[in-house]
Structure formats: C-alpha cells, structure tokens
C-alpha cells in the first residue's frame, strides 16, 4: 500500500519510507491509499475471537500489503500483551479502559506496535536509527517503554527540567538499556524546537540516521483502530448490541484516537457515530457547529494531555471526509467541558456509580450521558489511569481513595537517571554527534 501527503503535492511513498519520515516532505500528514473493508461475515462471529486476533484481522488489511503474514501476527500479539476491556459503568454508557499497559495510558499501543515495526524494517540496519522525541510526560513514557529492548534503535527523550510529575519523569529516566532521558533547561516548547531543529541540520542528518516518534506518525495512530473492533466484539458478547446502536465518545486533543475509530469504521466496524469531547481546548467543537477551523494557542485545564490549540491529525478528518463539513458533522458531534464540569462528572460517577473516570475519561463520560438517545449505547474511552493525575483525583474525591497501582510504584522505585542540557540547539548538536 501507498501513503499519499494530506497536501498532495510530493508522490505517494511506501510504509517503510513513511514510518521513518513521520511527516511529509510538503509536511502533510500520511494517509494510506485505500481503507479496505472487513466482511460483514467476519461481524457476525467477531465475538467469538481474542482481542489479539482481532486486532490481527484489522492489522492484515492495514499492513498486510507490506509486512509478511507471520511477522505481522508476531507484532500484534507482541504489541497487545495486556487487555483493553470495556467495562460496564451504567446500564447505557461503557468505559472502554486503554490503561492496561506499561505505562497506564492508550499510547502504549501504538507506541508499542511502532517499535515494533521499526524493529522490523530497520532492526538490521548497519547504522543505528536515532528516535528523538520531545514530551511534555505521557508521549514520552509510552515511546521510551514501547522502543525498550529494541534492536538497532536507540530513543532520546527530552523533557522540560522541572515540569513533568515524578511518576511520569520515573517512567523514562529508570529504563536505561536503550533509552537516554535528557533533561533540558527549558519548557517543553524548547525541547520540541530542539528536536524539530535536530532533523533538518544537515550535518546531524548525514552523521546519524535521525527520526521521530511523533503522534502524526502513521505506524501510531493507526493501531489505535484495534481497540476499537474489540469493543464492539466484548459488547455484541454481552448481548449489548441486540436493539440498540454503537456511539463511541473520545476525549480529544490532536485528535489521533479519534481518526483511528474513523478508520474502523472505514473498515466496516457497525459505528452509527462519533463523539468528540474536548475540555476547554475547543477548535473542532467550533468547527462542527460553525464549519469554520481556526487553530487557538493552547489553554491549560486539569485534562492536561487534551490541551492541544491546533491539533494534528484533524486534517487527517478533512482529508478523509473530502473536506465536507456536512459529513463530518453528521459522523461527529462535539462537546466541550470546563474544569468545573469536569471535576463535577468525576466525583458524580463515582459517588453514584463506584467507578473512577480520569478527567479525560470524564468528558467522555459526560458528552455520553447528556447526549446519547435510548436506541443508543455509549462507549467512552477511558484514555489513562486515575492514579496518572492523583493530586488532581485526590482534590476531587477526597485523598487517600487512590491506590498506587503496582506498575507505576515500581516505577518510582527505581534509579532515576537522566544527563543535563542546555536549550541551546549548538550544545544538543554537539551531544549527539559525540554518542
Ligand atoms: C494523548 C492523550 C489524549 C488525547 O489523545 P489524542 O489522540 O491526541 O486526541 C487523551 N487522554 C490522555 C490521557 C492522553 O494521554
């Protein structure tokens, strides 16, 4: 299969060459050619399978083209060693939990089928790929633990001195092996201008082999797509689907998670439609109600990792939708939560229900209550575990009702360990080529 840029102006290239650019010359965003569909047979007898083999269906049409069969079989069962349940909350509305993994948050799953592929195109390469990944915690967490052990790839992660939380700091700085942590003397932004600056010097790029783990990149967001057709087989299994139809809710920042469960449904997964819940961050609410799309700075709000003011994979909705508003607002509608109605839902679940949403999960959880019908069953994705956000959990239910789970307590157990730089590209430069 091809990948064609969201720009349309540079040729349509090969998976292998569009995992490792990450982005397009023309700096569109990737889209494979065509999105070829399941049968509606295999829907019928889909809840007799595993979650791994039906991730491995979805994944043949994916990339089967260009990964051998028993290798694909390989990454998927690899990827998936842990469970994204759905979990019933009431009697409509499903929590569909993507925090199993090594890192308690869904970007474990690309994260984790990314380095795998990459193992696999260039893990015999003579020269070593160098993965930089700039992170303001969660991304880089889930990319550190996803590459760990890998062959042939070696990630830098750089983070803002004094800004991540110590668990997510843990989470990159204890690996050692094949993972560097670099704290830098800046925000976030600078350790993202570090990495941008690092993959066009001319000098670095003929030294080493240099790539990105971004979000925009294709061998990321679209294994996000699997859990999506688990949740539909756990809950036809129920007996859930009989007489009511499936609306997935998916709180939203670049928007990656959400193109994924377009893709799906793509593929013939039987979604009737989509949610977007975003916190205060609100350019794709604006855009479904008005038809207008004008990227806004950034504002902060307790469901952090959804604060995104232009985010990156919504031209990736355009481009699938043929920029028509009237179809995308029919597939997707948006809603958008304060802080206040945010902390409000989270206690509220949990004193009527016993169930913990993280904030993110909780806009999820929200835009399903207020808006799904009664022919309907909501899905929310439960995108991270509480016990990721404690202080601002604790605040709103009370301290001392959120366990440490044991993953994240090893974590913070071990040796920290990361080298200091500057927010100077020369130093950083001058880093690397000494490695
Ligand atoms: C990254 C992240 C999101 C946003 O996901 P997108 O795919 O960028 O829309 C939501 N919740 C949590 C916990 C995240 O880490």
Redesign the pocket.
């Known amino acids: 299969m091809k990948y064609y840029s969201t720009n349309k102006n540079t040729p349509a290239i090969s998976l292998r060459e569009a995992v490792i650019k990450g982005l397009a010359a023309d700096n569109g965003l990737f889209m494979p050619e065509h999105i070829a569909k399941l049968d509606t047979a295999f829907f019928e007898t889909i809840q007799n399978l595993s979650f791994q083999e039906i991730a491995f269906e979805a994944a043949k049409l994916l990339f089967g083209s260009d990964i051998d069969e028993n290798k694909l079989r390989e990454i998927v069962f690899d990827t998936l060693q842990f469970d994204c349940p759905v979990v019933k909350v009431t009697d409509s509305i499903y929590s569909l939990e993507l925090f199993h993994g090594p890192t308690m948050?869904?970007?474990d799953v690309g994260a984790r089928f990314m380095a795998r592929l990459f193992k696999y195109f260039f893990g015999e390469n003579e020269k070593l790929v160098n993965v930089l990944v700039a992170t303001s915690g969660?991304?880089g967490s889930a990319v550190a633990n996803g590459f760990l052990g890998v062959d042939g790839i070696h990630v830098y992660v750089l983070y803002p001195k004094g800004k991540v939380s110590k668990i997510q700091e843990s989470q990159f700085t204890t690996l050692g092996n094949n993972i560097t942590a670099l704290e830098i003397n800046g925000t976030f932004d600078d350790c993202q201008h570090l990495v941008k600056t690092a993959f066009t010097d001319a000098k670095l790029n003929e030294k080493l082999v240099l790539t990105s783990a971004n979000?925009i990149n294709v061998a990321r967001f679209l294994p996000q797509a699997f859990y999506y057709f688990n949740a539909y087989a756990r809950l036809k299994q129920a007996g859930v689907l009989e007489e009511r139809e499936l609306v997935f809710s998916?709180?939203?920042?670049?928007?990656?998670?959400?193109t994924a469960g377009l893709f799906a449904r793509e593929m013939g997964l039987p979604v009737k439609r989509f949610i977007a819940a975003n916190n205060a961050n609100d350019v794709v609410y604006k855009y479904l109600e008005t038809s207008e799309y004008n990227a806004l700075p950034s504002v902060e709000t307790i469901?952090n990792?959804?604060d995104?003011g232009a985010?990156s994979?919504f031209v990736r909705i355009l481009d699938m939708y043929n920029y028509s508003h009237k179809t995308i607002s029919e597939i997707i509608k948006g809603y958008r939560y304060s802080d206040a109605e945010i902390k409000a839902t989270v206690k509220k679940v949990f004193e009527q229900t016993g169930y913990m949403c993280?904030p993110?999960g909780a806009c999820g959880y929200k835009a399903l209550e207020e808006y799904i019908s009664e022919s309907e069953v909501g899905v929310f994705l439960e995108?991270?575990h509480p016990a990721k956000f404690t202080e601002t959990m604790e605040e709103i239910i009370g301290s001392g009702k959120i366990p440490l789970p044991q993953k994240l307590a090893d974590f913070i157990k071990k040796e920290r360990k990361a080298t200091s730089l500057g927010k100077d590209f020369a130093g950083f430069k001058a880093y690397l080529l000494a490695q």
Request: glycine letters at 8%; hydrophobic letters at 40%.
């Open positions: 948050a869904f970007k969660d991304t979000s998916v709180p939203s920042g670049n928007f990656g998670n959400l469901a990792a959804m995104v985010p994979n993280d993110h995108t991270a």
